[in-house]
């Protein structure tokens, strides 16, 4: 997509303004009255002029900007239009940020997983040219926005893939291939590097699978002079069928159970991109979780790389196994400052939050206010749930030093149990863990988040990068 803005505009034909009730008002715009999302369009003969509503200006935020915008481009895709022009609109909104939320809607909202379509005639035709009417000085802050969209989109395609295809094996070669393009440095573990290294919680959860499991690496350093250093720890499930303890509701969404992985993968290749001056890593804990004659049972003990002994509650509690081997090995041999997990890992989860919020669980309140706060800077959104200690009494085994699942309390405060299982399985880096089992499957589109993978994390913590 090529993106120009143009103080005078070389405008196409197709131009979409966007206006508050106020605006509409004054304006006197007849039977538009400038409510949420209104439309309304007409045509004269050498341009189409679409106009939607942004509601009261009080109320306007960047992400009703986002929503209004993607009304109209809906409308644009019916009719097979491949170019257009948003006039930044002029509310509380700074017109930068404006411009920014308007590229996000169209780039994102451009979007939907059509590889195994094979009509494409009956495919709606992508935007081509996208044109913004204002400063010219915005140009830069556009591309690098076109870029983190890119990336997010990036997330969306690796998450969409069928499970057959994206196995673990193919997630390592796509990190090679990407590390090459971008300058990344990728390592991989292969299933033999991971019984050497003694990976006993990955190895365990990736047996019953055709698919061996694979730790992959990739590094991305931004200023080599300093200590700090961002690990980004992602559960890379690329199918979960729930193991032995086979899942009941569920299965169609668990190809996405890799998504924390497709998220870490694609915001290191945006610092890379964007040449971003932090050091960031992404670790991607891959295995599939599968039925077979050598699957993981309930009631077997695995062995972490530190040696920690894992009483298996049940099979379908994985991701917290791939993860904890995972931190104790990032910790152990990459030198984090900060260790960040991201996971599609509990259903209590979104019951707490629904499908739009992901839950953060961390002792670490500055990072949390400021994690919080790119949330509700590019709609990612977050909330916290607590750690309290009490919750750790609930993970008491008999014959293990800890079991996978809450042996108390078992349907109380799942995801909280997930996360202090985690947590018991680092020494002493700050640590903080985002479930973001809801917001990054959507069952159905939901404006400029299509339906599945929704790239969710990516934006969020590039601007969380960003900003501090
Ligand atoms: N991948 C699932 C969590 C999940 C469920 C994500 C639904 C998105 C939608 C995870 O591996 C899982 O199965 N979690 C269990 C944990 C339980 C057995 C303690 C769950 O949440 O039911
Ligand atoms: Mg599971
Ligand atoms: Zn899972």
């Not at 979409?16 to 007849?30: S, V």
């Not at 509690?317 to 931190?327: K, S």
């Not at 992901?358 to 400021?370: F, H, L, T």
């Not at 706060?373 to 709609?379: C, R």
Request: hydrophobic share 35%; with cysteine; glycine share 6%.
């Amino acid at each position: 997509m090529e993106i120009k803005i143009n103080p005078k505009a070389e405008q196409t034909d197709t131009i979409i303004f966007l206006r508050t009730k106020e605006q509409a008002e004054k304006e006197n715009m007849k039977d538009f009255k400038g409510k949420d999302f209104e439309l309304h369009w007409y045509y004269d003969t050498d341009s189409r002029k679409f106009f939607v509503g942004l509601g009261e200006e009080e109320k306007v935020t960047k992400e009703k900007i986002r929503k209004a915008v993607y009304t109209a481009l809906e409308k644009i895709q019916k009719i097979q239009l491949t170019s257009l022009t948003v006039e930044i609109p002029k509310t509380k909104i700074n017109e930068k940020d404006s411009a920014v939320a308007i590229t996000e809607s169209i780039i994102l909202g451009d979007y939907s997983f059509e590889k195994y379509k094979t009509d494409k005639e009956k495919l709606n035709k992508k935007i081509e040219k996208l044109y913004l009417i204002g400063s010219k000085e915005l140009q830069e802050e556009l591309l690098q926005t076109q870029t983190i969209c890119n990336n997010t989109l990036f997330a969306r395609d690796l998450a969409n893939e069928q499970a057959d295809i994206a196995t673990p094996s193919w997630i390592a070669r796509k990190s090679k291939e990407i590390a090459m393009q971008t300058g990344l440095r990728c390592t991989v573990l292969d299933e033999e590097d991971l019984k050497e290294l003694k990976l006993g919680l990955i190895l365990g959860v990736g047996k019953g699978s055709i698919n061996p499991p694979r730790l992959i690496i990739l590094e991305h350093i931004g200023d080599p002079k300093s200590k700090e250093k961002i690990v980004l720890v992602g559960k890379g499930i690329t199918y979960d069928t729930g193991g032995l303890y086979v899942k009941t509701s569920w299965m169609e969404e668990m190809k996405i159970d890799m998504h924390g992985a497709a998220t870490a993968f694609a915001t290191v290749k945006t610092c890379a991109e964007l040449n971003i001056k932090k050091n960031v890593t992404a670790v991607l804990t891959c295995a599939e979780n599968s039925v077979g004659p050598n699957s993981y049972r309930n009631g077997d003990i695995l062995t972490s790389y530190s040696g920690k002994t894992v009483e298996i509650r049940h099979t379908d509690a994985e991701g917290r196994l791939v993860l904890a081997d995972a931190m104790e090995y990032a910790e152990d041999k990459l030198n984090p400052s900060l260790i960040i997990s991201m996971a599609t890992l509990t259903g209590a989860c979104i019951r707490a939050l629904s499908d739009f919020v992901a839950g953060i669980m961390s002792n670490e309140e500055d990072k949390v206010k400021q994690l919080i706060k790119s949330g509700e800077e590019t709609y990612e959104l977050l909330w916290q749930l607590p750690l309290f200690e009490e919750y750790m009494e609930d993970l008491k085994s008999e014959i293990a030093d800890i079991p996978n699942l809450a042996t108390k309390h078992r349907d109380y405060a799942g995801a909280q149990h997930a996360a202090m299982f985690l947590k018991s399985f680092i020494k002493k880096v700050p640590y903080i863990h985002l479930d973001i089992a809801g917001p990054t499957i959507n069952t159905s589109r939901r404006f400029y988040i299509s339906q599945g993978g929704t790239g969710y994390g990516v934006r969020l913590l590039i601007d969380f990068l960003k900003s501090n």
